[in-house]
């Protein structure tokens, strides 16, 4: 912590854009404030932008740029008293049981990994968490996109000590992998936030990435694969992915395939249906 405190100094007193630094430190202060009032997020977050940040690109500016952004934007679009179970408790997108247990898609806070990405999307398996999407809504203008507002997607990952379980939800989700699960249920959420544009970080800026060099194959599968699958276009160092998600013509794939893959678009538009229910809701609670 004192070493941020000593990076918060030189970043607004001794610095040649000291005056502007600091109007927008107080500037995030206040706004952090109204979270931390309400023991929603730690004191930390004034400060994440001196720190490793959603992105290995991203300037000190441009950090505070998009804390600003995506506390405002709560703030703005969510009653405090949505903000409590969205940070609190989480919101069940979608849920359903099998022989052995229940599985669930929740939205809720990022907690201490919020610096690969303020909100993340959750799937459990009876309440314990498999697989991660993280992401935060930041200002279009960031990736030079005309949208005010954007999802930008910072962090996809299974939960290493839960193979068993990964490899018991793949099967149960009709091979589908979690990401693309996650993905779907994330779709539902953009779309009742009129959200229209979706930006997936490339590995080559992801924070985990960046620290764990000789695995540059298995982030680029985690990443820059999964983004192009879904017909991303490279923005230098990022994907721009289209919504809604891309899906290859029926007609376009093997014959003997076909019928498992309509029952897989099935069960996706299933998620993202209940997704969709859920999140408006939600959106409609008083």
């Not at 919020?114 to 993340?120: A, D, H, K, M, Q």
């Not at 939800?169 to 779907?184: C, G």
């Not at 992801?206 to 017909?231: C, D, H, P, R, V």
Request: with cysteine; charged share 20%; glycine share 6%.
């Amino acid at each position: 912590m004192k070493r941020k405190f000593v990076r918060l100094l030189r970043y607004v007193v001794f610095n040649k854009n000291a005056f502007e630094n600091l109007k927008n430190q107080v500037k995030l202060l206040a706004l952090i404030k109204y979270f931390t009032g309400a023991k929603l997020v730690h004191f930390r977050t004034n400060l994440y932008h001196l720190t490793d940040y959603l992105s290995g690109s991203f300037t000190t500016d441009e950090k505070l740029k998009v804390l600003l952004h995506h506390y405002t934007y709560l703030k703005k679009n969510f009653s405090p008293v949505q903000l409590k179970q969205i940070f609190n408790e989480g919101i069940v997108c979608f849920e359903e049981d099998n022989n052995i247990g229940r599985y669930s898609i929740v939205l809720g806070s990022s907690l201490t990994l919020e610096f690969e990405g303020s909100l993340s999307l959750f799937l459990k398996f009876n309440d314990v968490k498999i697989a991660t999407l993280s992401f935060t809504i930041v200002p279009g203008n960031i990736f030079n996109l005309r949208d005010e507002s954007v999802a930008y997607i910072t962090c996809t990952q299974r939960i290493g000590q839960h193979k068993a379980h990964i490899l018991a939800a793949i099967k149960h989700f009709r091979d589908i992998v979690p990401s693309v699960v996650l993905m779907k249920s994330f779709e539902g959420i953009l779309n009742t936030l009129d959200i229209a544009s979706c930006v997936g970080i490339s590995h080559i800026n992801q924070i985990t990435a960046l620290k764990n060099t000789g695995e540059e194959e298995k982030y680029q599968s985690f990443y820059n694969k999964l983004w192009n699958n879904y017909g991303g276009i490279d923005i230098g160092g990022n994907y721009l992915i289209p919504l809604p998600l891309a899906q290859k013509p029926l007609l376009l794939i093997k014959q003997t395939h076909r019928n498992r893959t309509v029952k897989k678009r099935a069960k996706l538009r299933e998620i993202y249906t209940a997704t969709v229910n859920k999140m408006n809701a939600f959106k409609n609670q008083a």
